[in-house]
């Protein structure tokens, strides 16, 4: 560990207690919540009009045309993707980018994949969700002090973003962060969210942070900057070898319901 960030133990390890936990602060008014939205509502808007990356572009236009078989009725979005949830939330998610056939098919942040059929499952069961699944837009999804976005907007070949690519997107994550008023704590789905949250957190900061990826690992950032969690990411890849369990999940999102000192996480 470096630069400031100081772990705080992993959940099946040595646990901080809870008067380690900054989740005391200064109250919101109403026309700062309404700024906010204001802010968040122009973010979307730059976001989807985004046509920066001309790699990205083509593949998630090219994957638009050529459909799954599965979806060959379906309208896709094939436009970068916003975040979603709770904009008084505590809690930001944070996962890599939109799935090709998932986000960028539905036009919304794990929707419609089967990470998306994971993480919503246990979200659900923690109380961070008012139902198990996320299908499509309009399927009536609300999120309780959660909030949910993507390091990369738009969908990578072969799910790896370039350096380029990533290092340009931060911005987007940056003002989101910044946007978010009761931002506490991050939780950082897979590395790539991890290493992306340590950045937009160093350029914040104005200075370097470190911090070393776990699953289950908390670490205090320094200053006002929001406490990450790591978390390996609820793709197929790791819930399909065990890598990731619904089990060693919940528990995870379980101890952050609690670090947020909230009985459930909707309010």
Known sequence: MGGGAAARGEINGVNAGKDATRVSQAPISRAQITQAEVRLQDLHRRIIACRHCSRLVE??????EQKRASYSEWDYWAKPITGFGDLEAQLLIVGL???????????????????????MACLYEAGFANQPNSDHREDGLELFNAYLTAAVRCVPPGDKPTVEEKRDCLPFFVEEMEILPRLTTVLALGHIAFQACLKAMSQRAGTTVRAKF????????PGDLPTLVGSYHPSP??????????????????KLRDELSLGRAGR
């Open 59 to 64: 593949f998630r236009e090219k994957i638009g």
């Open 97 to 119: 980018a939109p799935a090709a056939h998932g986000g960028n098919r539905t036009g919304r942040v794990f929707s419609g994949d089967a990470s998306a059929t994971f993480l």
């Open 214 to 221: 776990g699953h289950g690992v908390w670490h205090e950032m």
């Open 237 to 254: 890849r790791n819930t399909n070898t065990g890598r990731l369990t619904k089990e060693s999940f919940l528990e995870v999102l379980l």
